[in-house]
């Protein structure tokens, strides 16, 4: 059965810093790309990072500079560590990987003022 699992989500003020976690498993996530989406109350999920199974990655304007994505190949997981965090980043974190064709469930991220 293959499964991605976040953690790693929180309540922090504006300002603050988060770090999320994706460990996979049930299948080789080396071959794939892996990413995190983001969808707030009331938005459509939106794309926030990805990074290529060769190493390449990529960032929304919104948080270009911010967030940083990285991997652990041997370990399939993938991580996005959040600094600066602002109100506006208030959301559920998701985990996808291939294309995407894998999700994971979901991780709360809330940033108070």
């Known amino acids: 059965q293959v499964q991605l699992v976040e953690s790693g989500g929180g309540s922090v003020q504006a300002g603050g810093s988060l770090k999320l976690s994706c460990v996979g498993s049930g299948y080789a996530f080396s071959r794939c790309g892996m990413a995190w989406y983001r969808q707030a109350p009331g938005k459509e999920r939106e794309w926030v990072s990805d990074?290529?199974?060769?190493?390449?990655?990529n960032y929304a304007a919104s948080v270009m500079g911010r967030f940083t994505i990285s991997r652990d190949y041997g370990k399939n997981i993938v991580y996005l560590q959040m600094n600066s965090l602002k109100t506006e980043d208030t959301a559920v974190y998701y985990c996808a990987a291939c294309s995407p064709k894998y999700w994971g469930q979901g991780t709360q991220v809330t940033v108070s003022a």
């Open positions: 990074q290529s199974k060769s190493g390449s990655t």
